[in-house]
């Protein structure tokens, strides 16, 4: 079938609709979750400790994970128009108490911080149900892989921002951003309902299959939530600490380190077309891609340890975070979407996201204190261990993929 053709059909014209949707929303999202690690250089700069932005960071992400856990539960109770510009309307006014009160009242912004991860947590769990429950399966994971990409090039829109505007001011214009696309996706989601483009609670478990967790487990839930784990302490800590790590130990000024952070993310953004690309070459085997990338990411944090040349350096560290993402990549765009037959896709989202984020809140605190008692070096190390970690669990087993 020609493109012009396959554009006219419902399916595929309704998959666009919901993708495009979900992506500039998640892209919302996206910028606002990395604008404090872009603008870390900056705070420092004018007096903020490492420990300070760290405990904000872990707050953060504790809260973020709580939330996945909790609002993907939910997520597949109550409508995802509600769900999503809920959260996306409160996380743009707790982002904005943020920005105002950390310069005198530095607990309660840590508080409203937190407040900001819990609800921007109220997105991601009902948005992937909505995917899956409402594009054919071969549509479904080319759509998540388009949200996938918005949270990846969220990164160097926050380091564009922080390179331009004094950090304050970033947080603002994300913050009116946020309010913007909840008033966007109401109406558009309402919208969609109506037309029948989407609809709600299509699927639940077969009977024969069991309930709950032994349906997930027949599901390898187990083995992903490890990956989950692995991979939310690079794609969300490392890539936190990236302008600090350019800042302190490569000796860039803040600002140059912003705009590095903000090119070396551009790029990392391409993740999602390279592994999807390798992916298909793979004759779709998400278990060969996942171990891959996981071997790649382990070579390039041995190099980075080694070779400590700036620019080599700082190359090295991006292709080992995107091979550490492509593996994120199957994860949520390949293995979410194919739990639809369970009926608890936003729950399952959740758990995993639950997992991440919570390794991520733990290591971001401890990577803080790492820094000072143990250097960039060592730290180095413990990445690339998680890695080799990854290549073990991640070998395929007998078990087919769901």
Not at 297 to 310: D, G, T, V
Not at 321 to 331: D, K, R, Y
Not at 379 to 396: D, N, T
Request: glycine residues 8%; contains cysteine; proline residues 3%.
């Amino acid at each position: 079938m020609k493109i012009n053709q396959l554009l006219k059909t419902k399916n595929v014209k309704n998959a666009i609709y919901i993708g495009v949707l979900c992506s500039v929303s998640y892209l919302a999202v996206y910028f606002a979750r990395n604008i404090l690690g872009a603008v870390s250089p900056q705070m420092i700069d004018v007096g903020y400790t490492e420990s300070y932005i760290g405990k904000v960071s872990s707050t953060y992400f504790i809260c973020y994970a709580i939330g996945q856990l909790i609002n993907g539960i939910i997520g597949d109770k109550i409508k995802a128009r509600y769900m999503i510009s809920v959260g996306l309307f409160m996380a743009g006014i707790t982002n904005f108490l943020f920005s105002v009160l950390s310069q005198n009242y530095g607990s309660l912004a840590i508080v409203a911080y937190g407040l900001t991860g819990f609800f921007l947590s109220m997105i991601y769990g009902p948005m992937t149900k909505i995917v899956a429950e409402n594009t054919e399966p071969i549509y479904a994971p080319r759509v998540s892989l388009g949200y996938e990409f918005s949270a990846l090039i969220g990164s160097p829109i926050a380091g564009i921002a922080a390179a331009i505007l004094v950090w304050q001011s970033v947080f603002i214009t994300s913050s009116a951003i946020l309010v913007l696309m909840a008033i966007i996706c109401f109406a558009f989601f309402l919208f969609f309902e109506k037309s029948g483009i989407i609809k709600y609670n299509q699927y639940t478990p077969k009977k024969e299959n069991g309930k709950g967790i032994k349906v997930l487990i027949k599901h390898r839930i187990i083995k992903f939530t490890l990956i989950s784990v692995i991979t939310g302490v690079v794609r969300t800590t490392v890539v936190f600490w990236m302008p600090t790590y350019f800042s302190q130990y490569l000796g860039f000024t803040p600002k140059t380190s912003a705009s590095i952070f903000t090119v070396a993310t551009l790029i990392i953004s391409l993740t999602t077309f390279i592994t999807v690309f390798l992916y298909e070459k793979l004759n779709r085997d998400m278990d060969k891609t996942i171990l891959i990338m996981f071997t790649t990411a382990s070579l390039f944090f041995i190099l980075l340890y080694f070779i400590k040349q700036p620019i080599l350096n700082i190359g090295f560290m991006v292709i080992a975070i995107m091979a550490s993402n492509g593996a994120a990549t199957m994860l949520w765009s390949r293995y979410c979407p194919s739990l639809r037959d369970t009926g608890m896709v936003s729950s399952a989202t959740g758990f995993l996201d639950f997992m991440s984020y919570m390794a991520a809140a733990a290591s971001s605190t401890l990577f803080a204190n790492a820094v000072s008692q143990i250097g960039w070096g060592n730290l180095i190390l413990i990445w690339c261990g998680l890695m080799l970690f990854g290549v073990a669990i991640s070998i395929p087993r007998k078990a087919k993929n769901p």
